[in-house]
């Protein structure tokens, strides 16, 4: 069964403007399925050729210039990492022709493979990002960059299917991908663990060279259990018992598959006690469910990890929401020396707006408490000046809420 993917817009505008649109994505994301459909719905005869074919990968890296003269444009070229020797000769054919739209390339990593198609092809590229379901992908809804606006936000809360915390934890349990969505029989634990065996075997034994499979699952493990929290490498490379050089690389694969994002801080010289580690946030909070063990929705619920994988949950369809806009998510974060910190800071029209995240009905004031540590922006000279904009807590409301003139609580399920 096929869910419409809101990326779908995106793709289709990006295929009007270049001559070669890639989208990426983390494995079984849904990123093949997703272009077979366009090209089945599309006004022109588009081949597909899998790199994943034995045959045809030969084929690719032997004779690069007889592969693309094989597979004459339109055409989709999935799994473009294990080829990147035809990339030179996409690049003389797109020049040769001008057609727009006339290579559709995916791929499940970036890694170095991805960094040679922006290399090559730079001028000539769209690129897209793709990620797991969002859950407006999943109950049919509109998808929107998400915006503060109370006005829309009030609007959308009216439009979109309430949740309780209950059903909540059920969605972030089940997780992101395609198919346990698509097909709810699937177990959750047999489906990450296949998932699981599958990311370390294609992704990672075959194109990032990590020496000790068992012990990047420890790392990978550790991470799960840092979500939404700052990212220490130290404290990393202490408990995994590897050097700081390897968690750094091995980190940059994680986000380069899609599997985490490394949410910057957001720090300026009049915010004097601001500290620069990024915040992290699992992605797939089904997967970091599975590495870390909790069984069911109940049981992570009621755990020590719920508040977290509660924030990185809101965090990942916010992100979600500007990937699939085709725009660079414009997301940070704020922690000072004292601990302060502020969830999320969303920036954009010439403002920056205060999130919190929190996993309750009744967040109460001091959930907004720390929007005070912005006001020094405030004070700067005209010049420098940052404008803040209204704060917003996303939490567990049943219907947004004025906490004050200038704050605003938002049913998490919102977004």
Same mark, same amino acid.
């Given at each position: ?181 698509? #097909?709810? +029989?699937?177990?959750? !634990? =047999?489906? $990450?663990? &296949? %998932? /699981?065996?599958?990311? @370390? *075997? ?107 994988? #509660?924030? +990185?949950?809101?965090? !990942? =369809?916010? $992100?979600? &929401? %500007? /990937?699939?806009?085709? @725009? *660079? ?87």
């Amino acid at each position: 069964m096929y869910i419409q993917r809101a990326i779908e817009k995106t793709i289709l505008r990006m295929s009007e403007q270049f001559r070669v649109v890639l989208l990426t994505g983390p494995r079984q994301c849904g990123k093949t399925t997703l272009l077979k459909q366009l090209a089945a719905n599309g006004k022109t005869d588009r081949a597909y050729v899998t790199l994943d074919d034995l045959n045809e990968r030969a084929l690719a890296r032997r004779d690069p210039a007889l592969f693309i003269e094989t597979h004459r444009p339109p055409v989709f070229i999935d799994e473009i990492q294990y080829a990147p020797e035809i990339l030179s000769y996409i690049k003389i054919k797109v020049d040769q022709d001008d057609m727009r739209g006339a290579y559709w390339l995916s791929g499940s990593q970036m890694f170095q493979t991805m960094k040679g198609v922006t290399e090559t092809l730079a001028g000539r590229v769209g690129i897209a990002r793709m990620l797991g379901l969002a859950r407006s992908e999943t109950m049919g809804y509109d998808s929107a960059p998400f915006d503060t606006s109370y006005e829309q936000l009030r609007t959308r809360a009216q439009k979109v299917p309430p949740l309780n915390i209950h059903e909540l934890f059920e969605h972030i349990h089940r997780g992101s991908m395609p198919e346990l969505h698509a #097909f709810p +029989s699937i177990g959750t !634990s =047999e489906y $990450y663990s &296949s %998932y /699981l065996t599958t990311y @370390l *075997e294609r992704d990672i034994r075959d194109l990032s060279q990590v020496a000790d499979e068992t012990l990047f699952v420890q790392f990978l493990t550790a991470v799960a259990a840092r979500t939404s929290e700052p990212l220490v490498m130290e404290d990393l490379a202490r408990e995994i018992g590897v050097s700081n050089p390897t968690i750094k690389r091995w980190l940059s694969i994680l986000v380069t598959s899609g599997l985490v994002v490394l949410l910057p801080a957001y720090h300026k010289s009049v915010l004097k006690r601001a500290v620069k580690m990024p915040k992290l946030h699992f992605l797939d909070m089904g997967l970091a469910a599975y590495l870390l063990k909790w069984n069911s929705p109940e049981a992570l619920e009621s755990g020590a990890a719920a508040g977290r994988f #509660f924030e +990185s949950w809101v965090f !990942s =369809e916010i $992100y979600k &929401s %500007y /990937l699939n806009s085709g @725009l *660079e998510p414009p997301l940070f974060y704020y922690r000072d020396k004292q601990k302060n910190e502020i969830d999320l800071l969303i920036i954009g029209d010439g403002l920056l707006c205060p999130v919190e995240i929190k996993k309750t009905a009744t967040p109460g004031h001091n959930s907004v408490k720390n929007f005070k540590q912005l006001i020094p922006l405030e004070e700067l000279a005209q010049s420098q000046r940052v404008s803040i904009g209204k704060g917003t807590v996303l939490c567990m409301v049943s219907s947004p809420l004025p906490e004050s003139a200038e704050n605003w609580y938002i049913p998490a399920w919102v977004v």
